[in-house]
């Protein structure tokens, strides 16, 4: 089975910057992307980046030119740097693998980890 944790979170003030890990295990077939969902109390889970087996690269908006998401394939692994946190940037972070096509697609994810950002 999948199994997928992250690592990295924890407090952090407003400017500073942190690095999620998101350690990968088990098999995982036809895996078509990697990446990094957050959500926040009272929100919806919503995308921040994602890297496509083909290494294409996606941002969400509020990230753009901030995160930088980066893999090691010989790891199994998935990095998550973020740079000038921003409080709203507060959230559980969660590691996200998609495999399969179309309508047949497969989603795991990790157990999530926190990331407070102070003031």
């Known amino acids: 089975q999948v199994q997928l944790v992250e690592s990295g979170g924890g407090l952090v003030q407003a400017g500073g910057s942190l690095r999620l890990s998101c350690a990968s295990s088990?098999?995982?077939?036809?895996?078509?992307?990697m990446g990094w969902y957050r959500q926040a109390p009272g929100k919806q889970r919503e995308l921040v980046a994602v890297?496509?087996?083909?290494?294409?690269?996606n941002y969400a908006d509020s990230v753009k030119g901030r995160f930088t998401i980066s893999r090691d394939n010989t790891k199994n692994t998935v990095y998550l740097q973020m740079d000038s946190l921003r409080p709203e940037d507060a959230a559980v972070y969660y590691c996200?693998?998609?495999?399969?096509?179309?309508?047949?697609?497969?989603?795991?994810w990790g157990q999530g980890t926190q990331v407070p950002v102070s003031s």
């Open positions: 088990g098999r995982i077939f036809a895996m078509n992307a």
């Open positions: 890297v496509t087996s083909s290494g294409t690269k």
């Open positions: 996200n693998v998609r495999t399969g096509v179309f309508a047949a697609t497969s989603d795991y």
